[in-house]
């Protein structure tokens, strides 16, 4: 059996807003303490608000290292985090997110909104489509991702994707199980059944 690599950076996609409770500001600081702590490298969309911020912050306060990646039309809206190891402009939000792909060993995912779930539905349809095998880690911090993942379930159920979609990702329950979730993840499972959807 082939040794798992070692996880060198990890994109993780969440919110520009901080959310309605404390435990998502928590939550999201805790995995940032856990990056730098694990020489982890933090790739994310550059942001200095929200959720985004508190990780870039967490990231740096705890001495690890940041890229952002930043469209050019978002520098005045989501203020780049000045702070960042390194900071990458590009011209799209399709940029973006080709660029994060590019820099990053596997994913996670936050709570966030409708920017967070268009990220991670595109990551997790290029690993349906087997254009990566990056493992993808989403933080179900107090039971936010429970409505998704129900609708998941729907499109199976309903005929429209393979339960094996399933395997596309991994659900934890806090920031201190997203290490070793992606690091597990990290050696290639082929799909049992060969249909994409």
């Not at 702590?37 to 933090?42: C, F, H, N, Y």
């Not at 203020?79 to 799209?92: H, K, N, T």
């Not at 939000?93 to 990220?119: I, N, W, Y």
């Not at 005929?159 to 290639?188: C, H, K, S, W, Y």
Request: one cysteine or more; a negative charge; glycine letters at 10%.
């Amino acid at each position: 059996m082939q040794e798992a690599s070692r996880l060198r950076s990890l994109c993780v996609f969440c919110g520009a807003s901080t959310g309605a409770g404390p435990q998502f500001r928590d939550q999201t600081a805790r995995l940032g303490r856990l990056l730098a702590e694990a020489g982890v490298t933090l790739v994310y969309g550059g942001g200095n608000i929200g959720l985004m911020g508190i990780l870039a912050e967490s990231v740096i306060a705890a001495g690890g290292k940041v890229i952002g990646v930043i469209p050019e039309h978002l520098r005045s809206v989501e203020l780049p985090f000045r702070e960042a190891s390194e900071m990458i402009v590009v011209d799209s939000m399709h940029s973006r997110k080709q660029k994060m792909f590019d820099l990053a060993d596997a994913f996670c995912v936050l709570p966030g909104g409708l920017g967070t779930l268009d990220e991670t539905f595109e990551i997790l349809t290029w690993r349906q489509l087997r254009l990566h095998d990056k493992p993808v880690v989403l933080v179900n911090v107090d039971g936010y991702w429970n409505a998704w993942l129900d609708l998941v379930e729907g499109i199976i159920a309903n005929g429209f994707a393979q339960p094996t979609v399933e395997n596309l990702f991994t659900v934890v329950e806090t920031a201190d199980e997203v290490l070793a979730a992606a690091e597990g993840r990290m050696i290639a499972v082929p799909v049992s059944d060969s249909r994409l959807f």
